[in-house]
């Protein structure tokens, strides 16, 4: 069946260092993938997008990477920060809408 | 610029009682999602519409659960009679077109004793 998962369900970098952070998902023919940042009492919010069509996509401090062959997403944090300290989640989305939510990573950033 | 506003923030109410989660999209969004997080299963999509129609409610966990978007400005998620496993963080989420990001609420936390 279809699914989405991480490999790592919680992280803890050096602040400075950097951060990656993997999901994995099952459809092929997946072709819109999200990545958000869910902080205490809050709700997920927006990091960066890509689509089928690119392998890579670069923001302010963060990459995302995309290997359709190993259907395997990655979120790149260039010098991690305390604030950076969430849980990440990627969305898979399908055909223009179905879409599917990883489990998460949270994220530990020690001073 | 007025991001998804939930309300209430928090609930707290007795078994058995109905509950009314409410929600304000973005303006334009023509999609509506509603959520439900908790830690044992994460985060799941109970219910979306588009143009204010119900497209796919196959995640509402049972009978007990209902949601509605009378307009394009307001969805409500029912819950009654409420049970202590309704317990969770439900988040509702609005998107403009397909293959765009959601924008999150910052979620109801419904506690059911």
């Known amino acids: 069946g279809e699914s989405v998962g991480l490999h790592l369900p919680t992280l803890s970098v050096q602040e400075g260092d950097n951060s990656i952070i993997n999901c994995a998902y099952s459809?092929?023919?997946?072709?819109?993938f999200i990545w958000y940042k869910q902080e205490s009492g809050k709700g997920p919010q927006f990091i960066i997008d890509i689509r089928s069509n690119m392998d890579k996509r670069q923001g302010q401090r963060v990459t995302v990477l995309l290997n359709k062959t190993v259907k395997h997403l990655s979120l790149q944090i260039a010098a991690t920060q305390p604030g950076d300290s969430a849980v990440y989640f990627c969305e898979v989305g399908t055909g223009g809408f179905k879409t599917i939510f990883g489990a998460g990573t949270r994220l530990f950033v020690k001073a | 610029d007025a991001g998804v506003i939930q309300s209430p923030r928090h609930e707290v109410t007795e078994m058995g009682q109905e509950v009314t989660l409410r929600c304000k999209p973005i303006?334009?969004?023509?999609?509506l999602f509603w959520y439900r997080q908790t830690m044992m299963r994460g985060l799941e999509l109970l219910i979306y519409?588009?143009?204010?129609?119900?497209?796919?409610d196959s995640g509402m966990p049972e009978d007990r659960f209902s949601a509605k978007m009378p307009n394009a400005s307001f969805s409500t998620l029912k819950i009654q009679p409420s049970e202590p496993r309704d317990s969770a963080v439900y988040f509702c989420?609005?998107?403009?077109?397909?293959?765009?990001?959601?924008?999150f609420g910052d979620g109801t936390r419904l506690s059911i004793l």
């Open positions: 989420a609005s998107r403009w077109g397909r293959e765009r990001p959601q924008h």
């Open positions: 459809n092929s023919a997946s072709d819109y």
């Open positions: 519409f588009n143009n204010n129609v119900p497209i796919d």
């Open positions: 303006s334009g969004h023509d999609y």
